[in-house]
């Protein structure tokens, strides 16, 4: 069946300027992921979604991050005011349950210019 | 906080040898360990989930094991082909939690 899917795979925007990053879970998967990943580092993790909540929203690094699930499938993640720092390859990541193995999507690579 | 750390940073072998690849995490109260590959300008693919009441985990040419009292994994690749260049992937998942933590990787070169 298909897998996790984003759109778009590539965002380049101005500092400053507000982005949609966007994913697809597998269908039936209730728990999705979002982690960031910078060049030459692993993932890190930014929030957890159960369903439609945010069960763990640790990860996010300020709040100009935002995301949502509104009906328990495709998830947004919103950045305001985009920063140079931002640029990092978003990943999304789904599981059946929160007990299952995280199946992770191709990710958006996001650049700040 | 959990802190996970991989050794090598990076490898190159010839084709046909046999390596390790090493994961040590700071807590040793852990669910699961998985370990994942990840080609250049891609997403992450599951290669082995240890669950924290195993010792090991086997795949084809790949076998992960787990020693969680002193916290360390350790990833073992059998035959290497050039196929199996990419970048490895430690993560592990702390009870009580949901996330994973990863390390930094470790960058494989099989040399034809």
């Known amino acids: 069946g298909a897998g996790v899917s984003q759109t778009p795979s590539n965002k380049v925007t101005e500092k400053g300027k507000y982005v949609e990053l966007r994913c697809d879970p597998i269908?039936?998967?209730?728990?999705l992921y979002w982690y960031r990943q910078s060049l030459g580092q692993g993932p890190e993790f930014l929030i957890y979604f159960q369903g439609t909540g945010a069960a763990d929203d640790s990860g996010l690094p300020n709040d100009r991050f935002f995301a949502v699930r509104p009906e328990g499938s495709v998830s947004t993640l919103k950045i305001q005011r985009t920063e140079r720092g931002d640029s990092a390859v978003y990943l999304c990541?789904?599981?059946?349950?929160?007990?299952?193995?995280?199946?992770f999507g191709p990710g958006t690579r996001l650049t700040v210019l | 906080k959990q802190e996970v750390t991989q050794i090598p940073a990076a490898l190159s072998v010839p084709e046909g040898e046999n390596l390790v690849l090493n994961c040590s995490f700071t807590?040793?109260?852990?669910?699961?360990l998985q370990w994942f590959r990840q080609d250049p300008g891609k997403g992450l693919t599951s290669l082995l989930l240890?669950?924290?009441?195993?010792r090991e985990q086997t795949s084809g040419r790949l076998n992960a094991s787990l020693d969680k009292s002193s916290g360390r994994s350790t990833l073992y690749i059998a035959a290497s082909q050039p196929g199996d260049s990419a970048t490895y992937l430690c993560?592990?998942?702390?009870?009580?939690?949901?996330?994973?933590?990863f390390g930094t990787g470790t960058r494989l070169k099989v040399l034809a």
């Open positions: 240890i669950q924290s009441s195993q």
């Open positions: 993560a592990v998942r702390t009870s009580g939690t949901y996330k994973y933590i």
């Open positions: 807590d040793s109260a852990i669910y699961n």
């Open positions: 990541a789904s599981s059946a349950t929160p007990t299952d193995t995280q199946y």
């Open positions: 269908s039936g998967h209730t728990a």
